[in-house]
């Protein structure tokens, strides 16, 4: 008999990587991964850079290095962070193996069984994932179109407090969430720091989608309006860079910074030492305005195509977000579609989504799904959207000849 931990009792394997396996036959238009499109990877680049330094620098790229990461890196870091208003020192600087590890590590420093943790209906998987594996109590507040329900956060603070549930962290994906595509509005990221400070809680600010803004203008940063060190930053060169590298970072007050080095110790000893050293090149001799800039332009057309198909073809009953950036469009069905069970009939259309229940803490959200335009071409936007419209508009029609109505 495997006698698991009691930790292990909540895990659940993501619903998307399962749902993946049928999501590769080739004749499926799939708008499910959330993955960056590999056409925007800098092949060349990081051949010549890996080359190098396999053969000229192989002590630095292929020995163990420190836990926190390369200091070239946290120092290239530290000037990368300025431009998006984060004024920080390399030491409140720690590399993790892509921002996921971060999410794990946070977990591992704040949560205990039972303590309180917020975040929006609905998150980021892989985050309700990573603070699962700590059994803390995750509060899901409702996300409206310019960020979290804030007055419905602060409600659920005080009734976490009372009935026994310790706050510790609200979790947030401010810039062109996964899933919605929601970016906050400055008012409220102001708001949500004030409630942090009154409250004494910290904000975990996870940024991977930040640097993919297609139209629209930059807000600031949370962690940029912080004056009392309540901010975390999880940022990633996945979507910017190649997500392969699997190099991220977390970026906090030092006391924060020390506990997460001293727990990643015990995780990995240190991250990969050659990623790293690639990602140190890319900052300091690719030109990176310019390459952000050439995927702006890549995922914007993408995205414009995908915006204009879904009010081509979706029938008037559906809803859907309008996203200035990232990777995702969001979209909202009548209530009593399901869309886990709709996707058998998808399937069948040779289209595939992401159904959006999973990203919801409290199990809700049956009727909505998520989109990404990320892998697609114009072509297979276009027909792909066709295709789900099709699906919806049958599905919405057999629920009508069930209901009677
Ligand atoms: C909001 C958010 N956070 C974190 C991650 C994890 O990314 P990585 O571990 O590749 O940095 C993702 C990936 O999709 C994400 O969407």
Redesign the pocket.
Known sequence: VLRFAERTKGARRSAIRELLKYTEQPEVISFAG?LPDPATFPLDFLAKVAQEEILHNAVKSLQYTTTEGKRPLREALVRWLAEEGIHTTMDRIVITN????G?DLLGRAFLDEGDAVFVSLPT?L??LQAFQAYRPTIVGIPLENDGMDLAFLRRAIREARRSGHEPKLIYV?PDFQ?PTGITWSKEKRAELLKIAGKEDLLIVE?I?YRWLRYKGEHIPTIASLDEEGRVIV?L?F?KILA?GL?V?ALVGPEEVVNMVVTLKQGADLCGPSLTQRLVVRFLTEYDVHAHIARLCQHYKVKLETMLQALSQYMPEEAEWTKPEGGLFVWVKLPEGVDTAKMLERALAHKVAYVPGQPFFADGSGQNTMRLSFALATKEELKEGIRRLGAVVKEEIAALSVIRGS
């Not at 892509?98 to 590890?101: N, P, R």
């Open positions: 959330g892509g921002s996921q590890q999410l980021y892989g985050a994906v996964n996870d991977p999880l990633t996945s997500a699997r991220g």
